[in-house]
């Protein structure tokens, strides 16, 4: 029998379902408790519980209300693409190839008739999760600390400076428009 403490990896063998109540980082198959993740096994002995406690990390998953970091990808005339990179606040990036959709509607508080004089392809935007459970996710940036924190001259490919509400090239002092975050050009990238 398999004790607490003792180092697992997916598919071990950790007891029967007449010894223990399978919980957290294992599965059942033929009566038989499996590890799902590599980790250590904690056995509660009072609950006739067993469970997993993972050693590695997992990505982070997209939930509801979280604040993600993203690129766009794509600009549409009723939605913005954009690939998220991180979840505010979490040092790991999330699973590759996780899409969200900044509707027309979604961008400011205020009527948007172009969608992109807000977004262009590569601005990096920070925008909150309005439903994680679409594909793509649903994002808005309505509130002041959301939208593009970091954009590139359409015509040098600088990184943009802020002056007042627009964006300007300190090379060739090009201005442009955008969704622009209270977080513009702070840093938390």
Do not use: W
């Amino acid at each position: 029998m398999i004790k607490s403490g003792e180092f697992v990896v997916p598919g071990q063998e950790l007891g029967t379902c007449e010894e223990f109540i399978p919980d957290e980082g294992t599965y059942e198959e033929n009566g038989k408790i499996y590890a799902s993740t590599t980790g250590i096994v904690e056995v509660d002995l009072k609950e006739k519980r067993i469970k997993v406690r993972p050693k590695t990390s997992t990505p982070p998953l997209p939930k509801a209300g979280d604040i993600v970091i993203g690129r766009i990808i794509d600009v549409k005339p009723q939605f913005a693409l954009v690939d998220i990179i991180r979840i505010k606040g979490i040092d790991r990036a999330v699973a590759k190839n996780i899409v969200g959709s900044i509707h027309i509607s979604q961008t400011r508080i205020s009527y948007v008739e172009d969608l992109s004089k807000e977004f262009r392809i590569d601005d990096i935007v920070c925008a909150k999760i309005t439903n994680p459970n679409t594909t793509p996710i649903f994002l808005s940036t309505k509130e002041k600390n959301l939208g593009v924190i970091k954009a590139y001259c359409g015509h040098c490919n600088l990184p943009l400076v802020r002056v007042n509400n627009k964006l300007k090239c300190p090379e060739c002092g090009r201005i442009e428009l955008r969704k622009i975050s209270s977080e513009y050009g702070k840093g938390i990238i």
